[in-house]
C-alpha cells in the first residue's frame, strides 16, 4: 500500500492557499456551499475548455453575500470577451445554475509553460489526437525545463498505445523534493479521452524553494 499523500493539500498553509476562501458555522449549510463550488467549477471548466484554465478560486465573505470567483486562465480574453460579453453571459448562467448571484473575474496565468495543470491538459490533448504519449511526455518537459522549472515528472496510465493490458509509464527530470514542504511543487490532473479508453495523465513541477511567505499569503500565480 502506498504512503502517498497531495502535493498541494500537503503545503496548505504553508506554500499553498485555498482554493474556497470561506468558512460557516453552520453544518448544513457547509454542504450547501460545498456543492456550489463543485457545480461553478464544473461548469466553468467545461464551458471554457479552450481557454486553458489552470484553477478556480472562490470567495464568500459570509454565506448570504453574491461568490467571487476568480479564474486563472492563460487566455482570459477568451473568458471576458468583446467588451465583456462572455463574462456577463457567464455571471448569469452561473446564477440559473446555483440560485444566487455571483462576480467573476478572469486573470492571467504568468507562466502556463511550469503550470502544472496546463501542462497535464497539454499531454491530454496529444493523447487524445493519437501522439505517441512518449513524444507528448518529452515535448512537455522539454517545455517546462526550458521555461525555468527545477524539475519535473509526467505519469501517464491506462492502456498506452491502444495496448491489451493497462500499464503506468512516467519520466522525471530534474529535482523533484516531494517531502519537503517549502518547495513549490505544483500538481496536475486530467484524463485524456482516447477510442481505447481514458488515460489518466499526472505532473509535478518543481518551480523553485519558497522561503520566507506567510501562511495568509499563500500561492499567486
Not at 144 to 150: I, L
Request: hydrophobic share 40%.
Amino acid at each position: 500500500m502506498g504512503q502517498k499523500t497531495h502535493p498541494v493539500g500537503f503545503r496548505v498553509g504553508v506554500t499553498k492557499d485555498w482554493l474556497s476562501r470561506w468558512f460557516t458555522h453552520k453544518k448544513t449549510l457547509f454542504g450547501k456551499l460545498l456543492v456550489e463550488d463543485q457545480k461553478i467549477r464544473l461548469f466553468i471548466k467545461k464551458k471554457f475548455a479552450f481557454a486553458g484554465i489552470s484553477h478556480i478560486v472562490i470567495e464568500r465573505k459570509s454565506p448570504e453575500d453574491a461568490a467571487k470567483v476568480i479564474v486563472y486562465a492563460a487566455r482570459p480574453g477568451v473568458i471576458i470577451g468583446k467588451k465583456g460579453a462572455n463574462i456577463e453571459a457567464l455571471r448569469t448562467e452561473v446564477k440559473a445554475l446555483i440560485g444566487r448571484a455571483i462576480n467573476v473575474d478572469a486573470v492571467e496565468v504568468t507562466s502556463p509553460d511550469t503550470n502544472a495543470q496546463l501542462l497535464a491538459e497539454n499531454v491530454a490533448d496529444q493523447l487524445a489526437r493519437r501522439v505517441s504519449f512518449r513524444r507528448a511526455m518529452k515535448r512537455v518537459i522539454e517545455t517546462a525545463m526550458n521555461s525555468g522549472a527545477e524539475g519535473i515528472k509526467i505519469q501517464c496510465s491506462g492502456r498506452l498505445g491502444g495496448a491489451e493490458m493497462s500499464r503506468c509509464e512516467h519520466y522525471t527530470v530534474g529535482r523533484l523534493p516531494c517531502n519537503t514542504i517549502d518547495a513549490d511543487i505544483d500538481y496536475g490532473f486530467t484524463e485524456a479521452a482516447t477510442a481505447y479508453g481514458n488515460i489518466g495523465v499526472k505532473v509535478w513541477v518543481n518551480r523553485g524553494i519558497k522561503t520566507g511567505m506567510s501562511r495568509t499569503e499563500g500561492s499567486k500565480e
